[in-house]
């Protein structure tokens, strides 16, 4: 049994949840209720997929929408990670075609997954925002992020799945946070030898100049430097960075984040290089010094 199954079946159970769309200007557009389960089978070498999404408010009904898949493998395009935490996405971005990324925490009883959908012509579209309960377990919801929840100095452990080499490489990480201003943050990252810097500032308003401040959707701001973007606060804790643009024709890089305690915030990172490839994939896990 591989390495990336035995991460896969960390999912399984039945996942409680709901379905959030939100507009790229952060509005929710609708939330519908899901039950997700994730069955072993045949000595843990095939997984039941089915899933189950409600219209709103009749959990108890007959689902609107409903999936089923039997899993004995799993294609490139998906990465799991030791925790049960995955990345999964386009492998190759194309000129006229639509493409997405996403992103999937799982700590104790509790999975967060968080979609990123892209245009064909490479704008942001949108997000659909995923919360899932283990069925009984009574695992509560995480506040709605706000910029100050990230400020700090964190270090933790990160590992790297790249497209061509499927063993995880494990380092130390690093990431500060300090606010510059009033509606300003500085987000430094160290991994090994590689620093990145974003500047961020906002908020930034939603359509019709109303700041998209809901119960999905918290700040967003601003990311200033060599590769402008958005940093979406999200409800549950999450928090999604993406590029104004993306193309087959230039590098980019997409992530989500996951605060699943005060002290603890996890991120997924997805890489592609200048012809629109995915190139790498990885998982940090930060605790606040």
């Known amino acids: 049994m591989s390495s990336q199954w035995r991460n896969f079946l960390r999912n399984q159970g039945e996942w409680r949840g709901s379905f959030t769309s939100l507009s790229a200007a952060g509005v929710e557009l609708d939330s519908t209720p899901s039950i997700l389960s994730l069955e072993p089978a045949e000595e843990d070498r095939l997984v039941r997929f089915h899933l189950r999404r409600y219209a709103a408010g009749a959990l ?155 119960p999905a959707a918290g700040a967003r701001l601003r990311v200033d430097g060599a590769n402008p973007g958005l940093l979406q606060c999200l409800a549950d804790g999450g928090y999604s960075l993406i590029p104004e643009q993306i193309s087959h024709r230039q590098a980019f890089v997409v992530e989500a984040g996951w605060m699943v305690a005060d002290d603890r915030l996890e991120r997924l990172i997805r890489r592609y290089d200048a012809s629109g490839a995915w190139i790498s994939s990885s998982r940090c896990a930060l605790t606040r010094l």
Request: proline share 5%.
């Open 60 to 214: 108890d009904g007959e689902p609107t929408r409903e999936v089923r898949t039997d899993y004995r493998t799993l294609g490139r395009q998906v990465v799991f990670f030791d925790s049960g935490s995955f990345s999964k996405g386009s492998l190759q971005i194309a000129p006229n075609t639509a493409s997405g990324a996403e992103f999937g925490f799982i700590h104790g009883d509790r999975r967060f997954r968080l979609v990123q959908l892209f245009t064909e012509a490479g704008g942001f579209d949108g997000h659909v925002l995923i919360r899932e309960f283990r069925t009984g377990s009574g695992a509560r919801e995480r506040p709605v992020l706000r910029p100050e929840h990230l400020l700090g100095r964190w270090q933790g452990e990160g590992a790297t799945i790249s497209a061509d080499w499927p063993v995880p490489e494990l380092r130390s990480v690093q990431m500060e946070v300090q606010r510059e201003a009033p509606g300003q943050l500085r987000i430094e990252t160290q991994d090994r030898e590689e620093r990145t810097l974003l500047l961020c500032h906002g908020p930034v308003a939603a359509e019709g100049g109303e700041e998209a401040v809901g």
